[in-house]
């Protein structure tokens, strides 16, 4: 019901009180739905400024503390970049060195803007506990990237056949796992 039009203080015909109470549901519930992003697990990490044609070579930066799945994955320039174009490519890669693959990457032609967040393709979201995640940045001869955030966003992978628990799943006292 968010964002629904009024006429003439009417809405949907609802009395003045019953109006307050939709909203401030709204309310709750977009505030609901923030905290729940902000709490979700994550990791960040921030890579230097590189000069032109310098990279990064798979550097660790994560050890999943359990079987994860990566969820989302964004990276945030903190400056502008130069000389990206079509031959001058650069390409952010969030690798799982232990696996040997890529988790999600993003290859840009055109300059990075300092403040605006780039989503960044995955391609193999499932994360074995204790495998180490890392960065790798390469650039072409031209390209020239700032600093940069890489920000990491999972969720721990269900209960398994050994029956550990995980934040995905939480049984009763009679062992009926609930989703939350």
Request: zero cysteines.
């Amino acid at each position: 019901m968010a964002g629904t039009t009024t006429k003439d203080g009417d809405f949907f015909g609802l009395p003045g009180g019953q109006r307050n109470l939709v909203i401030q549901y709204n309310k709750l519930v977009d505030d609901v739905e923030v905290l729940r992003a902000a709490l979700s697990p994550h990791f960040q990490y921030e890579h230097e400024d590189l000069s032109a044609d310098a990279d990064i070579s798979a550097r660790p930066i994560w050890v999943a503390p359990a079987a994860v799945t990566v969820t989302s994955v964004v990276y945030l320039p903190r400056a502008n970049s130069t000389g990206v174009d079509g031959s001058n490519t650069v390409v952010v890669t969030l690798r799982n060195i232990t696996a040997s693959a890529n988790v999600a990457s993003i290859t840009r032609t055109t300059n990075f803007a300092a403040g605006t967040p780039v989503t960044v393709t995955l391609s193999t979201a499932a994360v074995a506990a204790s495998d180490v995640l890392g960065i790798t940045v390469t650039q072409g001869t031209n390209a020239d990237v700032a600093q940069g955030i890489l920000l990491v966003h999972y969720q721990r992978q269900t209960v398994d056949a050994a029956g550990d628990m995980t934040a995905a799943k939480i049984g009763d006292s009679a062992g009926t796992a609930l989703s939350v």
